[in-house]
């Protein structure tokens, strides 16, 4: 008997594509709740999510057969990793099949937002030709902090490489980090000399609100501030004061602490006033959480997992 593989999450094909050749049965169920998951759960091997669902140890107590489960992305946090490992189940992500599209997309959204590419091309679409309101910003020259140094922060510090400026790194999880790109130092220096800072961290309770008010009082000069990691490391309204008291110039934001879990879509109830005032301001650049949603990522990340899912089978003589 083919030992089955729950898609709960649509993600390339291809990962399916190569499962299939290696014996395994694919099944899809994209609209399962928790609570349905959690009573078909103990008939597959492995598990195939992005974020739609939460892990947890409930759900995961019933997976008597399960294995694997295959993250398409980077984050865990939908994971209850440390359950599933204790009770034999492997965790994989894909964290290297994004991680060039973060980079792109981290600089586009910084040179958008230096060089005012929005407002002047809203501006000439409505036959407004102001040339010195929108005179730019240079990167050259800047001194670029970047906060975690894993796929995407190396990624972001190479694409930085032609732009004549420091890029300064530094991350509490690693030692020995600095390369070519980016220069390892501390928080400290960071505060000092930073003119940019961007983030590349994974969410967690500990760094939860990473980017608080003390962070940003702690900067010596006013700064540029990027989030493409996850949401909830920065406190929004810690942000605007800042920016109201212009600490923080301007900011680019691919990611919003008021996202659904998911990331599908933003609680649209109430509103608050800091993502009102970012959104009313010509001082931000947003998306909508696709810094990693590439075409080309999309294809990589699957081959990736499988890859991982290949690798480890191999090397167990699992399943």
Same mark, same amino acid.
């Given at each position: 008997?083919?030992? #089955? ?5 649509? $993600? ?7 499962? +299939? ?11 399962? +709740? ?17 974020? %739609?669902? $939460? ?27 440390? &359950? ?10 894909? /964290? ?5 599209? $973060?980079?792109?997309?981290? =600089?586009?959204? =910084?040179?958008?937002? &230096?060089?005012? @590419?929005?407002?002047?091309?809203? !501006?000439? %679409? ?10 730019? @910003? ?20 190479? +694409? ?13 999880? @690693? ?12 928080? %400290?220096?960071? *505060? ?9 961290? /994974?969410?967690?309770? #500990?760094?939860? *609100? =990473? ?20 949401? #909830?490391? @920065? !406190? ?26 998911? &990331? !599908? ?6 509103? /608050?006033?800091?993502?009102? &005032? ?40 699992? =399943?």
């Amino acid at each position: 008997m083919a030992h #089955k593989v729950l898609f709960i999450d649509t $993600v390339h094909p291809v990962l399916e594509e190569k499962l +299939t050749q290696d014996g395994y049965e694919c099944i899809h169920d994209y609209h399962c +709740t928790a609570s349905e998951l959690e009573e078909i759960i103990d008939d597959y091997t492995g598990l195939v999510i992005r974020s %739609r669902l $939460v892990l947890t140890e409930q759900i995961l107590s019933k997976a008597i057969k399960l294995k694997f489960i295959a993250r398409s992305g980077s984050g865990l946090e939908n994971i209850d990793v440390n &359950f599933a490992e204790s009770n034999g189940i492997k965790c994989i992500n894909s /964290p290297e099949g994004n991680a060039n599209a $973060v980079g792109e997309h981290t =600089l586009g959204m =910084l040179l958008s937002l &230096f060089n005012k @590419l929005l407002k002047g091309d809203s !501006e000439v %679409r409505s036959l407004q030709w102001k040339r010195e309101e929108n005179r730019g @910003l240079e990167i050259s020259g800047k001194t670029i902090g970047i906060i975690g140094y894993g796929n995407t922060g190396k990624a972001f510090a190479r +694409t930085l490489g032609g732009f004549d400026c420091k890029v300064l790194v530094y991350d509490k999880f @690693l030692a020995n980090y600095g390369d070519a790109f980016a220069k390892e130092t501390s928080m %400290r220096d960071l *505060y000092d000399a930073c003119d940019i800072i961007s983030l590349h961290v /994974p969410y967690n309770t #500990k760094n939860h *609100y =990473l980017a608080c008010k003390n962070f940003f009082d702690s900067f010596k000069k006013p700064i540029f501030f990027i989030n493409t990691s996850r949401g #909830k490391v @920065l !406190e929004t309204a810690a942000l605007v004061e800042a920016m109201k008291s212009e600490s923080v110039l301007g900011a680019c934001l691919d990611v919003l602490e008021y996202e659904k879990h998911s &990331f !599908e879509g933003l609680h649209r109830d109430d509103i /608050p006033s800091a993502l009102k &005032f970012l959104i009313q301001s010509d001082r931000t650049i947003l998306s909508p959480h696709v810094a990693g949603w590439t075409h080309e990522s999309y294809y990589k990340l699957s081959v990736i997992l499988y890859q991982k899912i290949h690798e480890w089978r191999e090397i167990t003589k699992d =399943l």
